[in-house]
């Protein structure tokens, strides 16, 4: 049967429902996109909310399969990391991006900053050696770079995340706090971790109209990430009321359908400057 939905078992175990039975199929179907090439990363813009220019990428993974069509990341992320995938799927994704910006360079591209989700599960000793390696490989500095960490993932294991990310900017890699809003981070917590920016969750966003609790909540989240010296990003902009009211709100960084969607990396070439003759 088509494949409706990936859920876990009891036993943690990941299972397909399709009205009928088909436990093992999932992780298997992950492995073989894997090799198969059916994954692939998208590039989506994050723009100076003022002037509009481009001043990063978010790095967004897609798996279009044959059969079922597009698979959302929300899917089989989770199925990813439970499967004990993700070590090598991050490390594949953070060699592709380091590949692609060189490879943008060597055609006389200015490349903006690249942010690559990075799940928790990544955050170990053999990333910081795996994350060394591929900016020596490619001969990048790793301020071309920047991870974006879940807010409610990080506070779990909290100290070994300190460490971690303290050692990824001593590379120069940004870090950013994602999904900012959604975690209940205690803040004494919030003001030890060593961040570079905060990302303020899309459901804030939705829910930001005029003088409204939204944008009440917003303004006071603005003011206590410049506190903490973060730069602020809001994802999900849709519109140019939210715009407005996000310049105005004092939050520097914008990403939204409003100014693009992720795409391909020949597409995005689009929104990098210089050029080969
Ligand atoms: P996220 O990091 O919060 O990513 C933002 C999500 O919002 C993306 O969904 C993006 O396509 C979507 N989005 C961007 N602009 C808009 C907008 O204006 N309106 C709306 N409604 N949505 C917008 P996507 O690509 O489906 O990714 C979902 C989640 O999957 C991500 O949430 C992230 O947590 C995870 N993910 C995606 N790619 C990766 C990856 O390479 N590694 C890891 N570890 N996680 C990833
Ligand atoms: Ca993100
Ligand atoms: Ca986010
Ligand atoms: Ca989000």
């Known amino acids: 049967g088509i494949v409706r939905s990936f859920s ?3 036993d943690g175990a990941i299972a397909l429902s399709t009205g009928e039975q088909a436990p093992s199929v999932a992780p298997a179907a992950l492995r073989q996109a894997i090799m198969d090439g ?6 989506q813009p994050q723009v100076d909310g003022r002037d509009q220019h481009i001043v990063g990428f978010e790095v967004l993974l897609r798996w279009h399969d044959p059969d079922q069509g597009d698979i ?3 899917t089989f992320i989770p199925m990813a990391e439970s499967m004990g995938l993700m070590p090598v799927l991050g490390n594949w994704i953070i060699d592709r991006v ?9 055609q006389g591209y200015q490349v903006p900053v690249v942010a690559i989700n990075v799940s928790v599960l990544q955050l170990d000793q053999a990333l910081l050696t795996h994350v060394a390696q591929v900016l020596s490989t490619y001969q990048l500095e790793g301020a071309c770079l920047e991870f974006e960490i879940t807010e409610s993932r990080m506070m779990l294991n909290f100290d070994e995340c300190v ?5 990824l900017r001593q590379q120069g890699i940004g870090i950013s706090l994602d999904d900012f809003g959604t ?3 205690s803040l004494d917590k919030l003001a030890m971790l060593p961040l570079d920016r905060l990302k303020l969750d899309k459901s804030f966003v939705t829910a930001l109209t005029d003088a409204s609790h939204g944008y009440h909540m917003i303004e006071a989240i603005v003011r206590l990430a410049h506190l903490l010296r973060l730069t602020v990003v809001a994802e999900g902009v849709e519109t140019r009321r939210q715009q407005h009211l996000l310049n105005e709100l004092g939050c520097e960084i914008l990403q939204g359908y409003l100014f693009g969607a ?3 990396a020949d ?3 689009k929104y990098l400057k210089g050029r080969p003759d």
């Open 262 to 264: 992720g795409v391909e």
């Open 72 to 74: 959302p990341p929300s």
């Open 98 to 106: 380091c590949r692609q910006i060189s490879g943008w360079r060597a």
């Open 183 to 185: 975690g209940y981070s």
């Open 267 to 269: 597409k995005a070439i």
């Open 8 to 10: 876990r078992n009891d």
């Open 163 to 167: 460490h971690i990310i303290s050692k």
């Open 38 to 43: 059916q994954l692939r990363l998208v590039y």
